[in-house]
């Protein structure tokens, strides 16, 4: 095998591979139409034998009405603030409509904070949670109004919970309450939904939670990190993570009876999540219409007897894709942080990555000390295909000698260059054993850099103030295709002499195609290829004297 041929399909077949990550349409185009409601949904139920007694509404429910607008007069909202939150809650339907992360800006530097839940009429992203009778008549469902006591609440220095009771505002014997827990620090909040049976009679009927949003899928760019990763509905059977196609969904709406499922609607770093009780049967749904989707968990219909009370508990999980509170928050949450196929190499990474970070504290120095780690531990086999790239460049004035002699024909040059491979102990094909080890590993620090939040925005040193987007200055893709050329020269030369152009130009375009990847992707290939040079330029010296 020729060694150099290989090593150049390998290269292209890098390149191309991001290319098609790059450019591949993976989103759908929205579908203009009339928004979905949940009449919809209730129509799906009657299809669904397993669940023909959950509470059917008299009348079709409509969208919750938005926050506040020139327009007209704003709905009465509560506002709650925590050391990570600055959230709304609709007293109709007492459901959270709003949440920005304050340790999350928009851009590095700007003061706005990211909002991912939104009540906007082309921008929609809510919660709707609620119970509801099999009478379908007085129930505390998403349309219902709420009241509380104050119209704002603040996590007081020293606490660590902040609870938010809202009361159903009803004059028949069925009262409900909705409990709202927020704790220092955490982006899972605890959603109670309380029934309690003071009439004669007894009630039955079914907890939901359910997730709305306004389907934008992210435009395709080159550049752009946020348009490599999936936006929109995803779905947890309790054993596999499904990413939901939306006009799929159209076509087909998902009804599915599950244990320890979930329901989130997902974006680049960030998410909005619904997780019932792991050990409770939930029927979930997924329909979407005129550019819009819905997620909806619904219990089992439970029966409350008169005087009794019977509760609907949630974790609604709303911000970033931090992996370990993902993890205390809901069975395998964690798995929306999509490393792609590589998981298991990527995984593996970030944790290494994470907890070199806790002891230097600086990200950028955790990528070069984890390279580092990882190229110790191969080592030994990097050092063997070094060594024969050494043999290969001893070889090099036999070699051309050959190639002079047996110019005209290339079947004997053949032979005699099998010859002497085989005399002087040379793999010619050794030398990409070390791409084959590397490529790997570059791909799952690609998906560990574009996805995990925790890197987002994360500052290296001097002009590096974000690993996660490009370097602004291209100085660490200079660097890189600097010590790339330096890497080709202490390797031996092809004897091809179209193939030594292609292995000269191979460098500068790296360095174009490497100009707007991520700086901490750069920084480890950049570091990676600083310690082959290193390493080769040792075994050369060795091989040589």
């Known amino acids: 095998m020729d ?26 185009t929205p579908v203009e139409g009339v928004p979905l409601t949940i009449a919809s949904e209730e129509q799906t139920v009657q299809s669904v034998p397993a669940i023909q007694n959950l509470p059917q509404l008299t009348q079709p429910l409509t969208q919750a009405a938005p926050l506040a607008t020139d327009a007209g007069e704003p709905p009465r909202t509560i506002r709650i603030q925590t050391d990570v939150f600055d959230a709304l809650i609709d007293m109709q339907g007492g459901d959270l409509v709003q949440v920005e992360l304050l340790d999350y800006p928009i851009d590095k530097g700007l003061a706005a904070p990211v909002r991912l839940l939104n009540d906007t009429e082309q921008d929609r992203w809510i919660f709707r949670t609620g119970a509801r009778g099999l009478s379908g008549e007085n129930e505390p469902n998403h349309q219902a109004e709420f009241v509380a006591e104050g119209d704002e609440y603040i996590l007081s220095p020293g606490s660590d919970e902040l609870i938010v009771r809202l009361d159903w505002t009803t004059a028949g014997p069925l009262r409900a309450q909705k409990v709202y827990t927020f704790r220092r620090g955490q982006y899972a909040i605890d959603l109670n939904i309380i029934v309690e049976n003071q009439g004669d009679e007894a009630w039955s009927g079914a907890g939901y939670v359910q997730i709305f949003r306004h389907h934008r899928p992210v435009g395709r760019s080159f550049v752009s990190v946020d348009s490599y990763s999936f936006t929109g509905p995803v779905l947890y059977d309790g054993e596999q993570f499904e990413k939901l196609d939306v006009e799929d969904l159209i076509e087909e709406p998902i009804n599915q009876s599950l244990v320890g499922g979930w329901v989130a609607a997902i974006q680049h770093h960030f998410l909005a999540a619904a997780v019932p009780p792991p050990m409770e049967a939930f029927t979930y749904r997924a329909a979407a219409q005129g550019g819009e989707f819905t997620l909806t968990g619904i219990s089992n219909t439970v029966e409350v007897p008169a005087g009794e009370r019977e509760e609907f508990p949630f974790t609604l999980f709303v911000g970033p894709k931090l992996q370990e509170q993902l993890a205390a928050a809901g069975p395998s949450l964690e798995l929306t942080v999509d490393y792609g196929m590589l998981t298991i190499l990527a995984r593996p ?7 070199i970070y806790r002891v230097v504290g600086n990200w950028g120095w ?9 190229k110790l531990v191969f080592y030994k086999l990097t050092e063997t295909s070094g060594r024969s790239m050494a ?7 036999r070699m051309k000698a050959l190639q002079e002699t047996y110019k005209d024909n290339r079947e004997e040059l053949s032979r005699h260059m099998m010859d002497l491979y085989k005399r002087e102990k040379v793999n010619p094909a050794a030398g990409c054993l070390p791409i084959l080890i590397q490529m790997p590993f570059f791909f799952a620090f690609y998906w560990v850099l574009i996805e995990s939040v925790e890197i987002r925005q994360a500052p290296f040193m001097l002009w590096i103030g974000d690993l996660s987007s490009r370097d602004p200055y291209f100085v660490l893709p200079l660097l890189m295709g600097a010590a790339m050329l330096v890497q080709t020269r202490l390797n031996p030369a092809p004897p091809d002499p179209i193939q030594a152009k292609v292995m000269q130009i191979m460098p500068i375009m790296f360095t174009g195609f490497f100009a707007f990847f991520p700086a901490g992707l750069v920084l480890y290939w950049l570091t990676n290829t600083t310690l082959s040079i290193l390493q080769q330029w040792r075994i050369n010296k060795v091989i040589a004297d």
């Open 391 to 397: 043999r290969m460049r001893k070889l090099q004035p």
């Open 366 to 374: 955790a990528i070069i000390i984890i390279t580092m780690l990882i």
């Open 3 to 28: 060694n150099t041929r290989l090593l150049l399909w390998m290269t292209f077949s890098l390149m191309l591979w991001f290319t098609y990550q790059a450019w591949v349409d993976r989103y759908p």
């Open 349 to 355: 990474l970030f944790w290494g990555l994470d907890r």
